[in-house]
């Protein structure tokens, strides 16, 4: 499904990306770790090309973009349908109810007809349990409800992959584990190719199908959640997961 080669990323004499390699097959799970400022969330942005990479090639579901030479915006909007993005914020439209929110990508960007934008939003909303709120604006739900509408309204746009940074950084604890749950059941149940970056070591544990530790902008480690977590073997790895895990 994913196929990056060489991937750079700098922001003026900035490194941030140092030639990422990364394949990840159909329906697989894959969870970024690492300290702020490793290249997680910049890399994620750069596989939905909110960021343009400097150097490399992504190829996603058998399309390819190579950033050794000019990008076309065009191709760039085409190249990012293919993704879904949640982030740590909710970037709900607050005049809009849930249902709304979710509805806006299908009818503005693919000029789905309302109606049958309208009854996908509501089946999505209803599969991350909120079926009961799809009237309600964002100031009447929690954060972790609002990050729920978030997820729907990307799975709207019938994503090949689903990029999650940081999803549940910006929730209090008490709500974390609605939103790992409707992760899980999306890679248990549908079978989504995911890319995510979070610090919930439990959730990549049971989830994950690789786990990838970055740092300095590179792939520092990568295995199994049982070989990352119970025999790294990196220092640097190591170092982290004492720090993370107390």
Known sequence: MINIKNLHKSFGDLDVLRGIDLEVKQGKVIVLIGPSGSGKTTFLRCLNLLEVPTDGTI?????????NKPVRKKSITSFRSLTGMVFQSYNLFPHKTALENVMEGPVIVKNIAKHQAKEKATALLTKVGLGEKID????????GQQQRVGIARALAMEPKVMLFDEPTSALDPELVGDVLQVMKDLAKEEGMTMIVVTHEMRFAREVADEVIFMDEGKIMERGTPDQIFTNPKEARTRKFLNLIQG
Do not use: A, H
């Open 59 to 67: 190829e996603i579901d058998k399309t390819v973009m190579d950033f």
């Open 136 to 143: 309600f604006y964002p100031f009447q739900l929690s954060g």
